[in-house]
């Protein structure tokens, strides 16, 4: 059920996330063994409630959004994450600066409002954390001389983390910013414009048979 980047067969979740979200834009999952990519995505689950890249790897953020991605583009979210255990998991990430780290023990940073605030929403528990001081641990990471968005305050701006750092702030309604998809990261009016959002067939009832 896993998904390889390439010809040398390494396998990771943010390929299964990748192939899905593919397979989802070109409609052609009727292509895909849904119910066998759902399980090993589940099967990266860990004890702690977040995701890991193959089955018994540690946690991280980045993971974590590309397996609950995978698995609302899979329309298993309700049946396939132990809803509760992840959402706490992804609140713990928040730190006192009001930024998020990708693990525990780790450096906040602006990345993560994207990773960890996409897969909240798509659990709907964003009310979780605490928005406000996530936005201004954006805003301080904002370069006053070029107008990008750093990894964190004080650090050189990049196109990476100022792109993560509009999604996060697009997560949580700021002003001036279009609404952003949680799961395809696509604008909201573009899924909504080439029809991605129209109701998958339900396969929770088959998945739930399996597990």
């Known amino acids: 059920g896993s998904f390889s980047g390439d010809e040398w067969g390494e396998v990771d979740t943010r390929f299964s996330y990748a192939g899905l979200l593919c397979a989802r834009i070109l409609d052609r999952v009727d292509q895909i063994d849904v119910r066998a990519a759902v399980n090993y995505v589940r099967s990266c689950a860990n004890f702690d409630g977040g995701f890991g890249c193959v089955p018994g790897a540690e946690s991280h953020a980045g993971q974590v959004f590309c397996c609950v991605g995978a698995l609302a583009l899979a329309g298993a979210v309700s049946t396939a994450v132990d809803q509760k255990a992840l959402g706490w998991w992804l ?29 909240l929403s798509l659990l709907a528990r964003v009310e979780w ?25 004080g650090d050189r701006a990049d196109v990476f983390h100022t792109f993560f750092g509009l999604a996060g702030l697009s997560l949580l309604g700021a002003p001036g910013l ?14 909504s414009r080439l029809k991605l959002s129209a109701r998958l067939p339900d396969w929770n009832a088959e998945l739930s048979s399996h597990s």
Do not use: H
């Open 129 to 153: 954390i605490d928005a406000n001081r996530l936005v201004q641990f954006i805003i301080r990471s904002v370069d006053s001389e070029t107008g990008g968005i750093a990894d964190r305050p």
């Open 91 to 119: 609140c713990q990430r928040q730190l006192q600066c009001g930024g998020f780290n990708g693990r525990p023990d780790k450096l906040e940073d602006v990345c993560y409002s994207w990773w960890v605030l996409s897969a």
């Open 178 to 191: 279009v609404p952003i998809d949680p799961a395809f990261a696509l604008p909201a009016d573009v899924v």
